[in-house]
């Protein structure tokens, strides 16, 4: 059995050096600096952005490198070390929403976007370097989204950077680069790990419209070391896409269920749910006032996530690992049952990380491919992802690969 690869992180000064090689060999001259974000992992919280629930994602020590410098006309350049004898250029003046193909849409998407917002950017030249495994499930584009507004940020003196509650700003531009630039839907959920996830702490997010940028974070402390624990990914290699429309699907029957429920999103339901005196009884007379199965399917895995988010962090922060683990195997139970939107690769992965000691393995984003998480004694990561790596090679999958995933910091400057 082939043994399964690992991939490791670029330190900060490694991801700055590539970035900036690049930079110099794409335009000439060094650049005016290196910022990086991060890509992400939610620990529990799945598909509940977008219905104003709650989320639990950290940013993983894998990060994508912007090497930038500003321009004194409206021209931007941008090239990827993926594709490094390819430089994409427009004129920012004349950017329309999805006037850019391919992956340089996400970083000229911001640029867009903030303009669109009256802020004085102007053009700039950048290059790319990422560590950030891509169409993995683990936000490859919010890293490439958050990095390249963390950097125009600062290279045109907006001044949102420097505080929590400004990234606030930099999140929404990211966000419209991606669902009006890239057309890929997203709830917001990468974009704030991404600008918003501190080291050593899971970030617990509340996506109610109506709270402000100081009310919609709490950071909870997440040290796996302290409580012997290690987190690993693997990615199944299996084909994952967002803009496929199974994922808009998914959002468009929520609102329709939150309409027939008379509500402004799910959230609401999920929380008059939660304070009424028999929650079992009023999950049942909401599902009974939906007209599908399938929209009552999707409704109880909202409603039943959003609580899980609340046990998990109070499991955690009571040590009962065995219980937060057990709330990570009803998540995926959930994903895969009612919301359907696992795929065998994810299914079997989480079934072999919990038959080799996983306290609790669930599949991590969006779905229809991508990654699990499964947490683990510390030690162990090795082994559980060879045991996931032996099956998919028995049943003749793609040959996964695996990341080790610890509580890092978000988007900053590297150099
Ligand atoms: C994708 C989206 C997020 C979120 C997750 C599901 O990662 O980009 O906004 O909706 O799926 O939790």
């Known amino acids: 059995m082939a043994e399964v690869e690992f991939t490791d992180a670029f330190t900060s000064a490694a991801g700055a050096d590539l970035a900036s090689a690049l930079f110099e060999k794409a335009y000439g001259q060094a650049p005016t600096g290196v910022w990086s ?17 709650l989320c639990l994602p950290i940013a993983l020590p894998h990060r994508t490198f912007i090497a930038v410098s500003p321009r004194k006309d409206t021209k931007a350049r941008v090239v990827s070390a993926m ?8 004129d920012l003046a004349d950017l329309k929403a999805g006037g850019v193909e391919g992956w340089a849409a996400y970083p000229l998407g911001v640029a867009w976007a903030l303009r669109e917002k009256k802020l004085p950017v102007s053009g700039f030249d950048a290059a790319f370097a990422s560590c950030v495994p891509l ?3 683990l936000s490859s584009s919010a890293a490439m989204t958050c990095s390249t507004a963390l950097a125009l940020d600062e290279v045109f003196g907006l001044g949102y950077g420097q505080m929590d509650a400004g990234r606030v ?37 509340d996506c109610r419209p109506e709270l402000t940028a100081l009310e919609n974070v709490s950071q909870k402390p997440f040290d796996l070391t302290a409580h012997n624990l290690e987190l690993v990914v693997i990615d199944t290699q299996a084909p994952h896409q967002l803009n496929d429309g199974q994922y808009a699907e998914r959002r468009r029957t929520c609102e329709e269920a939150a309409e027939i429920l008379g509500v402004a999103n799910l959230r609401v339901t999920a929380d008059s749910i939660a304070r009424s005196d028999d929650p079992f009884q009023a999950l049942k007379e909401t599902l009974d006032a939906l007209p599908s199965e399938t929209m009552k399917k999707r409704v109880r895995h909202v409603v039943t996530e959003i609580q899980r988010v609340r046990d998990f962090v109070a499991a955690f922060a009571q040590d009962d690992i065995a219980r937060a683990g057990r709330l990570m195997n009803a998540s995926h139970d959930s994903l895969a049952a009612d919301y359907e939107v696992t795929v065998p690769e994810l299914d079997v992965a989480v079934a072999v990380a919990r038959e080799n000691g996983a306290y609790g393995a ?8 991508g990654s699990i998480i499964a947490l683990v004694d510390k030690g162990r990561s090795h082994e559980v992802a060879q045991k996931v790596a032996d099956e998919f090679e028995r049943r003749g999958f793609n040959a996964p690969r695996a990341l080790a995933a610890f509580p890092a910091a978000s988007a900053s400057r590297d150099r």
């Open 362 to 369: 669930r599949m991590t984003g969006g779905g229809f491919g």
């Open 135 to 137: 169409g993995g499930g």
């Open 37 to 53: 974000a991060p890509g992400r992992v939610n620990i529990i919280g799945e598909h509940t952005d977008y219905n104003a629930g």
């Open 83 to 90: 594709n490094p004898d390819d430089v994409v250029e427009v």
């Open 169 to 205: 700003t930099l999140v929404e531009a990211a966000i419209r680069s991606e669902n009006e630039m890239a057309g890929a839907a997203t709830g917001g959920m990468d974009q704030s790990a991404s600008l918003r996830c501190q080291e050593g702490y899971a970030l617990l997010l």
